[in-house]
């Protein structure tokens, strides 16, 4: 009977540190920006008798105004509250802006969720050109580190802030 210590980090089926690379938007902290924006919108006085709204939809927030000023308006209002709720502004995907009738107008905005394909194997290539002794694997919409030592991944941790900053990331799931 084998003990515990017996164990060689090396054998096969042995599982290595790893940890998750994901970018995803907290839904609840959206939500509440929402939700403190419209009260905003509601009490401001140059949005008086104006249809202004944003509604919530799974990943994707939709607003409306009177007029492009006041849409762009809504929006800067929008994007103080997720800041201030510490929602990252990349996370959204502006759409353009549409008329829907007079000077009425709506923007679509998109929640990004998830690492797209192309900044997945971005990610992959920095790891793999560092030269650092860890594997990097696309897994769906996150991508997965592992490697021997605590410390290269670590390090894989600190290259990867230094060089992806157009992208919100969160670093998720450390094993050891």
């Known amino acids: 009977m084998l003990s515990r210590y017996n164990f060689l980090p090396t054998q096969a089926g042995a ?14 902290e959206v939500r509440n920006a929402v939700d403190q924006a419209m009260k905003e919108i509601g009490t401001r006085f140059d949005f008086k008798g104006a249809d202004a709204r944003v509604e919530h939809k799974e990943h994707e927030l939709t607003a409306y105004a009177d007029s492009e000023f006041q849409l762009n308006q809504v929006r800067d209002v929008l994007t103080a509250k997720l800041s201030k709720r510490s929602v990252d502004v990349r996370f959204l995907d502006l759409g353009k802006i549409e008329k829907i009738g007079g000077d009425r107008a ?19 290539r920095t790891v793999k050109d560092s030269k650092v002794k860890v594997q990097a694997s696309i897994q769906g919409d996150a991508v997965r580190i592992s490697g021997a030592k605590r410390d290269d991944l ?23």
């Open 15 to 28: 599982l290595m540190p790893s940890f998750d690379i994901v970018s995803e938007a907290n839904l609840v």
């Open 106 to 124: 709506k923007q679509v905005i998109k929640i990004k969720n998830g690492i797209d394909g192309d900044l997945a194997k971005k990610i992959v």
């Open 154 to 176: 670590q390090a894989t941790i600190a290259l990867i802030k230094k060089t992806v900053t157009d992208t919100p990331l969160e670093f998720k799931n450390f094993r050891d």
